[in-house]
């Protein structure tokens, strides 16, 4: 495990520093936006209910933290609310109007019910940037459908852009369309701001997994704009994933000149001379054939063997890497890409955080549910004698003194 980073700036001097952000969202696109507004130096608030996020039973789970929690509500400080009581939708409706931002991803119409919609925050506190997620967006045919991130890269044609060589189609295997969606959403809030910050107005960013999905695929959807259907798979030949003596490595030449390389880093300068290797035209069409004499040749040596021989001729790739592998990277070493979480309970976890350095903070625990209750209603204004009666109904939990005060 890579000690903590040093580099990261004190987070006064981070560009969100003193942002207050509410963050009333669940799973993962709302909370990633939160958390990235958290690594740039926003004070978040979570609320939960009593139940929890239900990211916090999702995956990998040890107690009631899981790896969905540690990677997209670290730093976040958390407050349990029963939002179905009366009283409950009246302190989260105190704690929403005192917000710079507040973060939601129910679905439509959900916010409102709760009483802490745009339009009711917003006639109050014109400043607020508000964010809503949602599966399709606020309206159409698909408003109330429900949408989950293996539902959504079925249906925006990211399985389809992942397919076999045979046409079937693959799930991809992370959150790629819950992840990309916070990201839009992150970048989205920040825009508000700064036209706050110029003008002084707020307003209401919305966003939703099909468009963010669709945004992320512009290139792919171009292309079949243009050219039509085409067939899964490479782009050029040779283009693929070679087994070596002990392990494998992809590796691809992209135009002439780059093919003239891997010839020469594969001692097979006569492919050069061969008519069927002439252009990538020809060499998509005896595909079957490169591969197929590049694997013969990759075979023979180790993976750091041919390593070594391919970044001496400038040649595209690199091995296939296991997450274990990943976490040892000399690079990742030198960069101290990882940071460290110390999560009460487990032992040091990597974590990495937005690649933008200088404008983020170190990797922080993530909360338990209720953690920071009666600390955030306290701060909020509220007498500790009603919080002491919330405490009593059940309107607000507090997690159990072991985990309070975590930082």
């Known amino acids: 495990m890579p000690p903590p980073s040093t ?10 520093a003193g942002l207050r952000v509410l963050d009333i969202s669940q799973g993962i696109a709302g909370p990633y ?19 929890g996020d239900w990211g916090r039973k999702v995956g990998v789970v040890r107690g009631d933290t899981s790896a969905l929690t540690l990677a997209y509500n670290g730093g976040k400080r958390s407050a349990c609310i029963d939002a179905t009581t009366d009283t409950g939708k009246a302190v989260l409706l105190d ?13 439509p119409q959900v916010a409102e019910r709760l009483g802490v919609g745009y339009a009711t925050l917003a006639e109050q ?33 990211l399985m389809f852009a992942n397919r076999n060589a045979d046409g079937s189609a693959r799930r991809i ?30 307003g209401h960013v919305e966003l939703n997994l099909f468009e963010a999905c669709c945004a992320l695929q512009a290139n792919n959807l171009l292309e079949h704009a243009i050219g039509g259907p085409s067939a899964a798979g490479p782009v050029s030949a040779p283009n693929g994933v070679y087994a070596t003596r002990d392990g494998s490595l992809t590796l691809l030449a992209l135009n002439d000149a780059q093919f003239g390389k891997l010839c020469r880093a594969l001692d097979h300068a006569d492919w050069l001379e061969d008519p069927r290797f002439a252009d990538n035209a020809a060499r998509m069409v005896h595909a079957a054939l490169l591969n197929q004499l590049v694997a013969r040749r990759i075979a023979t040596r180790t993976t750091a063997q041919w390593q070594d021989t391919l970044s001496r001729h400038d040649v595209l790739h690199a091995p296939v890497r296991t997450y274990d592998d990943v976490l040892a990277h000399p690079q990742a070493a030198h960069r101290q890409t990882f940071q460290a979480i110390a999560q009460p309970g487990l032992a040091p976890l990597p974590f990495a955080g937005i690649p933008a350095r200088g404008l983020r903070r170190d990797a922080g625990p993530a909360p338990a ?6 600390e955030i209603l306290r701060e909020a204004g509220f007498s500790q004698l009603a919080i002491d009666d919330w405490l009593r109904q059940g309107v607000a939990l507090q997690a159990p003194a072991a985990r309070a005060g975590v930082q």
């Open 95 to 107: 704690l929403a109007l005192q917000a710079d931002v507040v973060v939601q991803n129910f679905r």
């Open 7 to 16: 580099s990261s700036p004190d987070h006064t001097d981070l560009p969100f």
């Open 125 to 157: 506190r014109p400043a607020l940037v508000y964010v809503s997620i949602s599966g399709y967006g606020p309206d159409g045919p698909y408003a109330d459908y429900p949408a989950s991130d293996s539902v959504m890269q079925a249906d925006s044609g």
């Open 369 to 374: 549910n209720g953690e920071h209750t009666v």
């Open 173 to 202: 295997g992370m959150l790629l369309a819950d992840a990309a969606t916070g990201l839009y959403a992150a970048q989205a809030c920040a825009a508000a701001l700064c036209r706050r910050f110029r003008s002084g107005r707020g």
């Open 33 to 51: 936006c939160a958390h990235i507004l958290w690594q740039q130096g926003a004070e978040v608030i979570k609320i939960e209910p009593p139940a």
